[in-house]
């Protein structure tokens, strides 16, 4: 079974940072993109960023620039740093796992898996 713990959201001010973090387990981390999505109150999950098993980054245009994914292997943690975060960075994180042994399914607690996200609020 796929789980992923997340941890590292806080409250900060707009211009702060935070970096999440999250550690997986159930599926061979090093063969699965990973990513994050979140959800603001109200609204439907949003897809952050991934990375690709290969290296490939995306980014949603609201957070180019400023956010950054990446992943320690030896760990199975993929993190995502969050610089001059904004207040409509405001919402839960939750982390996502493709794993190609699962034909590239993928898993998050944003849409009902494992994972129970973690809170990020941004004040202006």
């Known amino acids: 079974e796929v789980q992923l713990v997340e941890s590292g959201g806080g409250s900060v001010q707009a211009g702060g940072s935070l970096r999440l973090s999250c550690t997986a387990s159930g599926f061979t981390f090093d063969d699965s993109d990973m990513g994050w999505y979140r959800q603001a109150p109200g609204n439907e999950c949003e897809l952050v960023s991934t990375?690709?098993?290969?290296?490939?980054?995306y980014y949603t245009d609201s957070v180019k620039g400023r956010f950054t994914i990446s992943q320690d292997n030896a760990k199975n943690t993929v993190y995502l740093q969050m610089n001059t975060l904004k207040p409509e960075d405001t919402a839960v994180y939750y982390c996502?796992?493709?794993?190609?042994?699962?034909?590239?399914?993928?898993?998050?607690?944003?849409?009902?898996?494992w994972g129970q996200g973690t809170q990020v609020t941004v004040s202006s």
């Open positions: 990375l690709s098993i290969d290296g490939t980054t």
């Open positions: 996502a796992a493709a794993p190609r042994e699962d034909n590239g399914s993928w898993y998050s607690g944003c849409f009902g898996f």
